[in-house]
């Protein structure tokens, strides 16, 4: 694939392989005799959760939720809004909400805060990728994949207004991304 200038490899597809495996082991360890409730992120979680899911060898569920954080700029204004409800409910089921990056952890720790609300059995969280010194929020992370700088990442699902999403490894972009 011949890339657009200005994106610098940070993990490319194999170390990102890598990553997911170990987290499905990991996951499976734990939910084998659970059927598990996955509920994903959208939309930047869609590459991970299909990657994801597909190591997995035993019953589970899945469904996506939909949050957005309103701000200018860089800047957030702290709040998120649910924007699309799972369609199946969390009460009482084992509950792994998964996420491709935590940033300012506000889209995460609202979302765990909206699913905690239908009393799930248990809930915890898996994240592809980990941006920890733009933490604005405490977010308590279970399963972690890889932690990142502080820069704007593209690929593996991830996008600056909507584009690379589709790139198979995952870049750093070299300008700001305009639209964040
Ligand atoms: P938070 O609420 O600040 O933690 O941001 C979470 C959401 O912002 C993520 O689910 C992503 O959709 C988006 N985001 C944060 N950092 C990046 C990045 O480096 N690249 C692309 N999207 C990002
Ligand atoms: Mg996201």
Do not use: W
């Amino acid at each position: 694939m011949v890339f657009p200038p200005g994106l610098q490899i940070l993990f490319p597809e194999t170390e990102i392989a890598a990553t997911v495996g170990r987290l499905a082991s990991e996951i499976s360890r734990d939910y084998r005799k659970k059927t598990p409730l996955f509920i994903a992120i959208l939309k930047g979680s869609f590459i991970f959760l299909a990657d994801l899911i597909r190591q997995l060898d035993f019953p589970m569920e899945l469904d996506f939720i939909i949050a957005c954080s309103y701000g200018k700029g860089t800047e957030t204004s702290g709040e998120v809004k649910i924007l699309h409800e799972p369609r199946i409910s969390a009460k009482g089921r084992h509950v792994v909400v998964i996420e491709d990056i935590a940033d300012t952890g506000l889209t995460t720790a609202a979302v765990v805060e909206h699913l905690k609300k239908q009393k799930p059995a248990s809930l915890k969280l898996c994240v592809l990728l980990d941006k920890r010194e733009r933490r604005l929020l405490p977010v308590k992370i279970d399963y972690l994949g890889l932690t990142v700088p502080n820069k704007f990442l593209v690929g593996y699902g991830l996008d600056c207004d909507e584009k690379y999403r589709n790139l198979p490894d995952v870049y750093v972009l070299d300008e700001k991304c305009q639209t964040q």
